[in-house]
């Protein structure tokens, strides 16, 4: 029997380039926004293909559960015993004549097929057989009966994997779990944050729409801008001059939360790629010094390279583990913040490639790697100092119960509520004032981040 061509760089079609990148993230840890962008910096796609090529990939990725449930319902045999480029060819099929509707049915159905003839020719009749099967049938393809199984009917629905949409119906509502299922699935803004020490968000507001680019302040960021197309980001007015940097609404809240004071000693402790960090520096109207350690060295390159950017001198960045015993020996900080490594749970619309690799065993794993960091960094805090600890995921297990968990441990420290400082932000704020941005209520990432206060000398 013929076997699969190998995955192949693209020439020139957008098609093959995404059946490309779906093949090399499939059983990798590779990103998808990173090969989008190889792929495009390559030049093999001119004009709408460019587009078209993201928008197959990602639309893939995010609708990868509902396309599942309908081929399961299309293919005779179990979609585990197919062969995986047959797969990916019939999850790219189906997302062009279920989602797209620029690309005219018979259009999609040919160019599915010609694709499958270059890679895996004698797959092109069950390719061809399945999509025109969805054709004739796809009136009468069912989902699960949300009242009896709404699990299963959420994660058919909206694309998640059954154990998310079981977490997700334990923590909401079935009406709110799916309005969060569903801004999970949409395509993300691209969000800014000004650098308001070289000009403010008015000014850099005129000056795209001056370039005919359509943008608005964020609803809560004070820095924010949301940009309301698709754009380069390199080729925005003010790139180059270190006018903003690239950064989700949620996340800029959290240097706010933190509140840096002018003249402080401030530790960013998982800081990579650098976006907080340079907030904070920014707040501090970049006088005073931010330490920023991470792992990985190429990551502080990136920080450094930001910080440069963005004119900024008041950022030291080091390469560190913080969870090791001579982590910033002797170092006392006034305030740190602590961006812990996560599931990444609440960014999945950015990263939709994560729900598929996730695990809740994984989820537990970043949990007791982030029990370890914040007990790190509460041993890096002056007294009165204050301590931010944040993440970017939906799970309770690696937010609340983290949080709980180190109260328990740390009588020292009591969580301060912070609509008592931003009370501009109370709908950002629960009841035990922790900060909970939603993408279905707020429009931001998912991002959770709790204010605690040393209120006394550790116990001896």
């Not at 006088?287 to 991470?294: K, M, V």
């Not at 990551?299 to 960045?317: D, H, K, V």
């Not at 996560?342 to 729900?355: D, F, H, M, T, Y």
Request: hydrophobic share 40%; proline share 6%.
């Amino acid at each position: 029997m013929s076997k699969p061509k190998p995955a192949t760089p693209a020439t020139g079609s957008p098609r093959q380039a995404a059946y490309t990148t779906l093949q090399r993230l499939s059983g990798s840890d590779l990103h998808a926004d990173d090969l989008i962008d190889q792929e495009l910096s390559r030049n093999q796609l001119q004009g709408p293909d460019r587009g078209l090529f993201a928008e197959l990939v990602f639309g893939v990725l995010r609708r990868q559960g509902t396309l599942d449930h309908y081929l399961k319902q299309l293919v005779q045999q179990p979609l585990e015993r197919l062969e995986l480029p047959v797969l990916l060819l019939l999850r790219l099929g189906l997302y062009q004549l279920r989602y797209l509707d620029r690309v005219p049915s018979h259009a999609a159905v040919h160019a599915t097929v010609e694709l499958t003839n270059e890679i895996l020719p004698r797959a092109k009749g069950l390719i061809n057989g399945v999509l025109r099967s969805y054709l004739r049938r796809q009136e009468s393809l069912t989902l699960p009966d949300p009242a009896r199984q709404p699990a299963a009917w959420l994660a058919a629905a909206y694309s998640l994997p059954g154990w998310l949409a079981e977490q997700w119906l334990q923590q909401f509502s079935q009406n709110e779990a799916a309005g969060l299922a569903a801004a999970s699935t949409e395509i993300p803004p691209l969000t800014l944050r000004v650098n308001t020490l070289r000009i403010s968000r008015s000014a850099l507001l005129e000056r795209f729409h001056a370039a005919e680019l359509a943008a608005e302040p964020c609803r809560f960021a004070p820095e924010g801008i949301q940009l309301l197309q698709r754009c380069q980001i390199t080729g925005l007015p003010g790139f180059d001059e270190g006018l903003f940097m690239v950064q989700d609404e949620a996340s800029q809240l959290v240097a706010h939360l933190l509140a840096p004071q002018t003249g402080e000693q401030i530790l960013d402790m998982c800081a990579a790629p650098g976006g907080k960090a340079t907030h904070l520096a920014q707040l501090m109207n970049d006088r005073g010094c931010i330490t920023a350690t991470d792992l990985n060295a190429r990551r502080i390159r990136r920080i450094c390279e930001s910080a440069q950017r963005l004119g900024l001198t008041s950022i030291q960045a080091v390469a560190a583990d913080a969870l090791t015993s001579d982590y910033l020996e002797g170092l006392q900080f006034d305030r740190i913040l602590l961006d812990a490594p996560c599931s990444g749970l609440g960014v999945i619309r950015r990263n939709p490639e994560a729900k598929w690799r996730l695990t809740p065993a994984e989820i537990s794993r970043c949990a007791a790697r982030q029990h370890l960091l914040i007990d790190a960094a509460a041993a890096r805090l002056k007294p009165a100092g204050v301590l931010v600890y944040a993440t970017c995921s939906t799970a309770m297990e690696e937010d609340e119960t983290v949080i709980k968990d180190f109260l328990s441990r740390h009588p020292e420290f009591v969580v301060e509520n912070g609509a008592q400082f931003f009370p501009a932000w109370t709908d950002l704020f629960d009841c035990s004032g922790y900060l909970r941005a939603w993408p279905h209520r707020h429009g931001t990432d998912g991002f959770f981040a709790a204010r605690l206060r040393r209120v006394m000398q550790s116990p001896s």
